[in-house]
């Protein structure tokens, strides 16, 4: 009998966790292993194979200190119904191949539950971003005021790094998607068995080439931490601007998504993305707790990237979840303060480099001088107590620039300012509205090679439960 501490401490939870999360996985990969069993000649693997799936269709029972594990659950009912299904269930099998197939065919639901919400969230910001090709703001730099530019710029910057994330996770997929079964303990098996068969049955790209490496290897969950990591840490940025904007009245998030002081009745604080802020804060938490899990510990089947790794793994898929759901659902129609942004615009100094630029223009005396002389004209400007808007073409030619009043206008122009910004991947209307039908382009098409994985690995399960005719899964490269 076990010891009452590693039972409650140990045992006890990781059935409870298998039960809520893995269990779909662990039929899985018990039912191709018995059907590829049946195709290579193993006696009453069939028999194993369709016991399986009425077993996954019945209650599973609850915890049972007697019983290790979820997988000893499953041998135990399975030998109770037919012994001779149950051992050759067993043939060329081991707990360490077994559980780190069930890993990885969880990481890939979780990855590609995650890949739908990002590509929402790609959906959500370049909706946006076509409702605000106009609208300009004042970007900062180094937290002060810079330069003038739309929103659509700015959402479109945030789809850019998505877009690189999405590829990130295809990419990822593929390391992922590979099948340890056949490994059993670590060193293969002697018996003629067929894991190219079980990793198609399972819907993996192949098998993991080495067994010592399939039973052992942490570096994809590494991996998958990383980019969990990349894309929070992005998000976050993201979250930091939009709170700032809503300090401002810039930008408002619709009722359900603030909350009220108990206090002070003006108050609409912006609850939501704080919140989302946090689960991305938490969630590469939960990726730091990953990496440590699997630093400096022997390279081999244990406990350390193995079981216990799965709950902060599944913490911090939750929290990514949460974030990006927080995150789209405050995105999708917020109130835009446009005229507050255009008169921040128009009264600070954002567009003086404008100025600048129509000076080099008018003088060739190049940039670095007209520099020099916006620096003067705003040193004058602020020991006078005023603004750049109050510019006349008298100031300028204090300093030897002549401009008429109509160019030195647009050069103060927030609009013009951007109107001219024409070059690859600038602010300017018509060049932004390329760019937002490039973006849509590029997400139409992850959003299509999203829909065919999805299709492949949902045929794969239908399979395994029985509910689709006993055809084979093709791999990714169409060969059966």
Not at 117 to 139: C, G, K, M, N, Q
Not at 295 to 312: C, E, L, R, T
Not at 450 to 468: D, N, P, Q, W, Y
């Amino acid at each position: 009998m076990w010891h009452e501490t590693y039972l409650k401490a140990v045992l006890q939870p990781d059935y409870v966790y298998a039960s809520e999360h893995l269990l779909p996985h662990l039929f899985d990969s018990l039912t191709a292993h018995s059907l590829m069993l049946d195709h290579c000649g193993v006696r009453h693997a069939r028999e194993a194979a369709e016991l399986l799936r009425e077993l996954r269709r019945e209650p599973f029972p609850t915890y049972d200190p007697r019983i290790e594990d979820v997988f000893f659950t499953v041998d135990r009912a399975l030998a109770a119904r037919n012994p001779e299904a149950a051992g050759a269930m067993r043939t060329a099998l081991s707990r360490n191949d077994l559980d780190m197939t069930i890993y990885r065919l969880s990481a890939r639901l979780r990855l590609m539950r995650a890949m739908v919400r990002i590509l929402t969230l790609r959906r959500v910001l370049l909706d946006f971003a076509h409702r605000e090709i106009d609208t300009v703001i004042v970007a900062y730099t180094h937290h002060q005021p810079a330069q003038p530019t739309t929103l659509a710029h700015y959402l479109t910057a945030v789809e850019n790094n998505l877009a690189r994330d999405t590829e990130r996770f295809f990419s990822a997929l593929g390391r992922v998607n590979l099948s340890p079964m056949g490994a059993v303990a670590l060193g293969g098996t002697s018996f003629p068995i067929d894991r190219d068969m079980t990793a198609r049955l399972l819907g993996f790209d192949r098998p993991v080439e080495n067994t010592y490496d399939a039973v052992s290897a942490s570096d994809w969950q590494v991996e998958l931490a990383s980019l969990i990591t990349i894309t929070s840490t992005t998000l976050s940025r993201m979250l930091h601007d939009l709170l700032f904007w809503a300090s401002r009245g810039l930008l408002i998030l619709e009722d359900g998504l603030v909350q009220g002081s108990s206090v002070m009745p003006q108050k609409r604080n912006p609850v939501a993305l704080e919140h989302a802020r946090t689960k991305f804060s938490k969630a590469i938490g939960g990726a730091q707790s990953v990496v440590l899990s699997s630093h400096n510990v022997p390279f081999g089947d244990i406990n350390d990237p193995g079981p216990d790794m799965q709950p902060p793994l599944n913490g911090m898929w939750q929290d990514f979840r949460e974030g990006l759901e927080l995150l789209i659902a405050s995105l999708h129609d917020p109130i835009i303060g446009r005229e507050k942004w255009l008169r921040d615009a128009k009264l600070g100094e954002s567009p003086i480099t404008e100025l600048a630029d129509t000076i080099t223009r008018k003088t060739e005396c190049g940039f670095r001088a007209a520099h020099g002389k916006v620096k003067e004209l705003l040193e004058m400007l602020h020991e006078q107590g005023r603004t750049v808007d109050t510019l006349t073409p008298a100031d300028l030619a204090g300093i030897g620039v002549e401009v008429t009043s109509a160019e030195l206008a647009t050069a103060l122009n927030p609009a013009d300012f951007i109107a001219r910004r024409t070059t690859f991947g600038g602010p300017a209307p018509a060049v932004m509205q390329q760019e937002i039908s490039t973006a849509e382009a590029r997400l139409t098409l992850d959003e299509e090679r999203h829909a065919v994985l999805t299709e492949r690995f949902m045929h794969a399960r239908a399979h395994l439960e029985g509910s689709r005719p006993e055809t084979l899964p093709q791999s990714e490269g169409g060969k059966s």
